[in-house]
């Protein structure tokens, strides 16, 4: 064969073989996934402040967020229960999600009103200390499991400062 016909040949598989890997399906998992679930509510509305929900990667003792949040949801209506949805969080593990109240007049008086934790028909959080009971449950967004759901947790408001 002369060089033409085979320049020409192997432009041709390069161009076909370009062509076919772009037009394949993509194997690769996205970069970001989500975290959702329900939160149930016991007790009474505060008068006064919000209630939200936020996911925290850092955690300090004694199980107490450390800056912060990744995300959070704005203030929530008053509701029985809410059905929150994180979206694009990074692959890795997230040490706590916590539902929390605070009076944006004076955000050092937050308290937590419940956490995502292995019994999740309970609030997680002593009502002396206002601290969770045992080490919150952690979620990991990874490869096997971008988009994570089903993480209930029971918020008592009753924990929030009543008038």
């Known amino acids: 064969m002369n060089k033409v016909i085979k320049r020409t040949i192997a432009i041709f598989i390069l161009f076909f073989t370009a062509l076919s890997l772009s037009c394949s399906d993509s194997t ?26 936020s996911v925290y990667q850092l955690l300090d003792a004694p199980f107490i967020p450390t800056g912060p949040p990744e995300q959070a949801t704005d203030a929530l209506a008053t509701t029985t229960s809410y059905d929150f949805k994180f979206e694009g969080l990074d692959k890795t593990s997230y040490a706590a999600i916590f539902v929390g109240w605070r009076d944006p007049a004076n955000p050092a008086g937050a308290r937590l009103l419940g956490v995502y934790w292995a ?16 080490q919150p449950s952690s979620v990991t ?4 499991n971008v988009d994570v759901s089903g993480i209930n947790i029971t918020a008592n408001l009753n924990l929030a400062p009543q008038p």
């Open 28 to 53: 690769t998992a996205p970069n970001t996934g989500s975290i959702s679930g329900t939160v149930t509510f016991v007790g009474n509305w505060p008068s006064t402040g919000e209630v939200q929900v």
């Open 119 to 134: 019994n999740s028909d309970s609030v997680g959080i002593s009502s002396q200390t206002g601290l969770p009971v045992q």
């Open 141 to 144: 967004i990874d490869d096997n």
